[in-house]
């Protein structure tokens, strides 16, 4: 008989712990354990334990045996993280150059991360008896809830959950335990309801037909379509249909939302179309609420998961189709950790789940639009609105020709006047918020500045405090100018607060509604302000792009774009971008209904190209200039880009480590000869060199190509790790960075 040798049964542990290291760790199994790669498992680290996740089994390990420590036990019988899962995580580590055992557990929600079971609430409901059926003959006597109850349950013709009680009966939970101890009602556990029903959407237009069946068309095969649709265009309802099919087929929805635009109007949308079990992965919930989401979703139990960037990890037993709408908007890029950009993610991950994923916007990043262009996506346009609604005009406004007052021109104060007199709502946008962005002394040059950054420091008046945006700093109002103790310190621009302010003046009799983070800060408040919006009890919206988007207001037919100026002389090489984005989110506000609408933008360079396409609606004209400009200044998609940023508390500190690593770069390219065309920039003080008290710096490097560059960064990563003078600062690298600030 042949004996199974020793040596062949796995011995080592490779263990991911969630640790700022970019390696694994092995260690020896404990007597009689054999755990499966995904499982969580407890281990001694330092003199601490910790949890962490077995990537693999191996037979040997690279360090020596004497000095292998024995895992303490495994936390899970079957994987937390399936294969597919696993090797897309380690793909992602792989490709942000991230430590491994940071990307496993961000996947995590955080109970997982600390160690609790992966467990449910058993769902129980009640179902009459014989003898309970007998008692109700009997009447209700002294124990009236306990006979409302048991009607109750006799009534339905499913078993009744605890909740439909709750609603109905104070005292319940005492009537049903007494009803169940006496056997006249007895506790099952609650299936999961499986046929979904389908509520009738609107007949689609012939562009949404179309754009239904190409992805219907790509079931179960990986497809990445690019959905170009106006605003207004009805790209929701594209998605509901193409979800439709998938949970026909009994398979799971991902939908990725921007944070703005996680709306309960939108989840009222789906929830409105489906009778299914949806998951909304909110900000705003509980650990456990998190981990039982989760962990329905893994199961199977959730069709549909929506949810913003971080939902992109969700395990699913059976994905079906993953849906990013308004792709082109930078929440979905992390800012820090783990700065992975979810758009992005969701394209690898259905690319490795064989099932299609749709992108949508009315106004498609410049990376996604080349990659349409180019054939890798496929491009689904929908050019006309749902409703027959028209386009608003659009008009600019030259404001060094006109009278403005106190940042309102005249024209635009008359269309407010006017637009009130009419009855309809009008929306003014400045994506500034506060009183005014300086405060100066009108005797010497003294500009209110923050001390802990290179930033002015924003006035609010309704709060009397000078406050930085950067850092949250704040300081009162100084009686004298501190250098020249001059009594003259004024106001320089205007932020909402003071927009708001000069609206009063202009239209007194107009109901003004401000919306931005200083007006929305308690719970609750944003819904209130909509609510008053949707009701017609405001006239005149006032707020930053936390009006841009997501929430539809049909009865605003004239929108007020108080300063573009900002964008269109800014260094981020993004910013037309931006401009193009915005003018089209926000116009796209206006004359949703019948009503037409109207779009005014204010600038004092009203010739400038950029706002050409913003008034004809032409993202194709937009894309070819901004991509033109691209293609010129070598930035994506034209490049690929990877910055390294380092912070410290001195001066200098940060510059020195990025010269040094620059040295570093310059002797991986100089020693790897198959690494080309990769072009290393000199580090530079970024834009803003100090923020919150640390100096920062940042240096770039960029390649055509995307392999050549991350083999030069895994080299150089490595040297950056294991630099002494790496501990002397913070840094990070951004792969594929938005911003190079
Ligand atoms: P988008 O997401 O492209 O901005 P929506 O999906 O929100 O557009 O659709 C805009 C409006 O048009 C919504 O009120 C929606 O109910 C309506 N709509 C969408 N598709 C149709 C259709 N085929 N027929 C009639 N109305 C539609
Ligand atoms: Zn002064
Ligand atoms: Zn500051």
């Avoid at 040596?7 to 080592?12: A, F, G, R, Y």
């Avoid at 394209?347 to 009315?362: E, Q």
Wanted: with cysteine.
């Amino acid at each position: 008989m042949a004996s199974v040798s020793s040596e062949s049964s796995p011995q080592i542990v490779r263990v991911a712990l969630p640790v700022p290291l970019r390696r694994l760790f092995d260690y020896t199994l404990p007597e009689g354990t054999t755990p499966r790669p995904g499982c969580r498992i407890k281990v001694p680290f330092g003199r601490r334990t910790m949890t962490g996740l077995v990537v693999s089994l191996e037979n040997r390990s690279d360090i020596s045996p004497d000095k292998l420590k024995t895992a303490i036990e495994c936390l899970d019988t079957e994987p937390l993280i399936e294969t597919g899962l696993m090797k897309f995580l380690s793909w992602i580590a792989d490709y942000y150059l991230h430590p491994p055992g940071e990307v496993l557990f961000a996947a995590l929600p955080v109970k997982l991360r600390q160690g609790h079971p992966a467990i449910l609430p058993v769902e129980t409901a009640w179902q009459i008896t014989d003898a309970g059926r007998e008692k109700l003959l009997l009447g209700p006597g002294r124990a009236k809830v306990q006979h409302a109850v048991l009607s109750t349950i006799a009534e339905a013709d499913v078993p009744v959950t605890p909740a439909v009680l709750k609603a109905q009966f104070p005292g319940w939970r005492a009537a049903a335990n007494a009803l169940l101890r006496d056997a006249m009602i007895i506790e099952q556990e609650l299936q999961p309801a499986k046929a979904v029903t389908i509520a009738n959407g609107p007949d689609p237009t012939r562009d949404q037909q179309n754009a239904i069946d190409s992805i219907n068309a790509s079931k179960g095969r990986y497809c990445c379509f690019l959905l170009h649709g106006i605003t207004g265009s009805g790209k929701t309802e594209v998605y509901l249909r193409s979800i439709e099919t998938v949970l026909l087929d009994d398979r799971q929805a991902l939908v990725l939302v921007p944070e703005i635009s996680l709306t309960p109007q939108l989840v009222d949308r789906f929830r409105t179309r489906f009778s299914c079990p949806i998951e909304v992965m909110h900000s705003a919930m509980t650990d456990t609420q998190r981990m039982h989401a989760w962990e329905r979703s893994r199961r199977g139990l959730a069709s549909i998961i929506i949810g913003t960037r971080s939902a992109v990890f969700t395990p699913m037993q059976k994905p079906g189709i993953i849906i990013v709408d308004e792709e082109h908007d930078t929440s979905f890029k992390q800012q820090d950790g783990l700065r992975y950009h979810a758009r992005d993610l969701a394209i690898k991950r259905a690319s490795d789940a064989g099932i299609p994923v749709v992108l949508g916007s009315a106004t498609p990043s410049l990376e996604s639009y080349a990659n349409a262009a180019s054939g890798r996506y496929k491009l689904l346009s929908l050019t006309e609105r749902a409703t027959r609604a028209s386009m608003p005009a659009v008009h600019i406004l030259d404001m060094h020709k006109l009278p403005v007052d106190n940042g309102i021109s005249m024209p635009l104060r008359d269309a407010l006047r006017e637009n009130f007199q009419r009855g309809n709502q009008s929306l003014l946008f400045l994506n500034r918020r506060g009183f005014a962005p300086a405060v100066c002394c009108t005797e010497c040059t003294w500009l209110a500045h923050c001390i802990r950054c290179d930033a002015k420091l924003t006035w609010h008046r309704n709060q009397a405090r000078l406050r930085c945006h950067h850092c949250g700093h704040e300081a009162r109002w100084p009686e004298q100018c501190p250098d020249c103790g001059a009594m003259s310190l004024v106001t320089v621009g205007q932020g909402t607060e003071h927009i708001e302010e000069a609206i009063r003046k202009l239209v007194p009799d107009a109901r003004i509604e401000r919306i931005d983070r200083d007006t929305t800060r308690r719970k609750g408040e944003l819904e209130d302000r909509l609510d008053r919006i949707h009701c017609g009890e405001a006239d005149i919206l006032v707020g930053t792009q936390m009006l841009s988007k997501g929430h539809d207001f049909p009865n605003v037919t004239l929108v007020g774009v108080i300063d573009t100026d900002q964008l269109l002389f800014s260094s981020d090489f993004r910013a037309s971008e931006r401009l193009f984005q915005l003018v089209t989110q926000v116009a796209g506000r206006a004359g949703r209904a019948e009503k037409p609408g109207t779009v005014l933008i204010q600038s004092r360079y009203p010739d400038s190209p950029w706002l050409r396409p913003c008034i004809d609606h032409d993202f194709e004209a937009f894309a070819r200039m901004a991509l033109g400009e691209r293609m010129a200044t070598d930035y994506p998609p034209y490049q690929h880009l990877a910055l390294l940023r380092a912070e410290a508390p001195h001066q200098n500190a940060a510059l020195e480590f990025l010269n040094t690593m620059h040295r570093a770069a310059m002797h991986v390219l100089d020693t790897h000869d198959t690494i080309s065309d990769v072009a290393i920039m000199d580090p530079l003080p970024s834009v803003m060199e100090k923020r919150a008290g640390r100096y920062r710096a940042q240096l770039l490097t960029q390649s055509p190509s995307r392999s050549k560059l991350h083999m030069f960064l895994h080299y150089w990563v490595e040297a950056i790790e294991t630099s002494r003078l790496s501990r002397n600062v913070r840094w990070s690298l951004d792969v594929d960075p938005v911003d190079l600030f």
